[in-house]
């Protein structure tokens, strides 16, 4: 048996909901198909079957809660996205008052969940769930609002630097865009090159140099 389908083993039959519990079927929905790409690492194995099976109801259930399986992805990512948010804004608030501890605990936090989380990493900036937009029930517009809360947080932080004379920026959106790109790259790559000799302050240098900070170095 292949593991994707020893990761979809199906559940004991789901006990029907009451009247008014449809979200709970929705957020069962989603956590499933988690479940299975966490355990799976491949996104092919999240279907309408294989979710339907893990939650214990049949495949047909799933439709007035998701139109299809592109849906389901989108919920699934939508959800990381504001996992990876919560995360930026609790390192931020635990790095006190001075707004250069702010951004690195902020770039910190962000390299860690790419670390901890690697395959919801890669699913929630690619991978093969985004569909044909002609072919499923997604818009641009769906796609378009993902990341914008965690994005916004690194313009606030940066923003704060610059205040404080910290950062020299002239256009805090578009260098919090390229500190994004950044420090994406820089998890990308230690992924999938976890042999290179990384310098030990590599993280620092991207985030000095890209969020166009003064050369006073890391707070200690």
């Not at 009451?18 to 709970?24: F, L, Q």
């Not at 809660?65 to 390192?91: C, G, K, S, W």
Request: charged content about 25%; glycine content about 6%; aromatic content about 6%.
């Amino acid at each position: 048996m292949k593991d994707t389908e020893k990761a979809a083993a199906p559940r004991p039959a789901r006990v029907r909901n009451r009247r008014g519990e449809g979200g709970r079927l929705r957020e069962d929905i989603v956590a499933a198909a988690m479940e299975l790409l966490d355990e799976t690492g491949d996104e092919r194995a999240i279907t309408l079957r294989s979710v339907a099976r893990r939650v214990g109801i049949a495949a047909p259930s799933i439709y007035p809660h998701f139109p299809d399986q592109p849906a389901i992805m989108f919920a699934v990512v939508q959800r990381e996205f504001a996992r990876l948010t919560d995360d930026l804004r609790a390192a931020v608030e635990g790095a006190g008052d001075d707004p250069r501890r702010r951004l690195y605990a902020l770039c910190d936090a962000y390299l860690e969940y790419a670390r901890a989380h690697p395959e919801r990493y890669r699913t929630m900036f690619g991978g093969l769930w985004i569909p044909n937009l002609d072919d499923s029930s997604l818009t641009e517009q769906d796609m378009a609002t993902l990341g914008t809360e965690a994005l916004q947080t690194i313009v606030d932080v940066l923003a704060g630097c610059v205040d404080a004379g910290s950062a020299t920026s002239t256009d805090v959106p578009a260098d919090a865009v390229a500190l994004w790109l950044g420090l994406h790259g820089l998890a990308h790559q230690r992924a999938v090159s976890p042999s290179f000799p990384w310098p030990k302050d590599i993280s620092e240098r991207v985030i000095t140099a890209l969020a166009r900070l003064d050369d006073a170095g890391r707070p200690v």
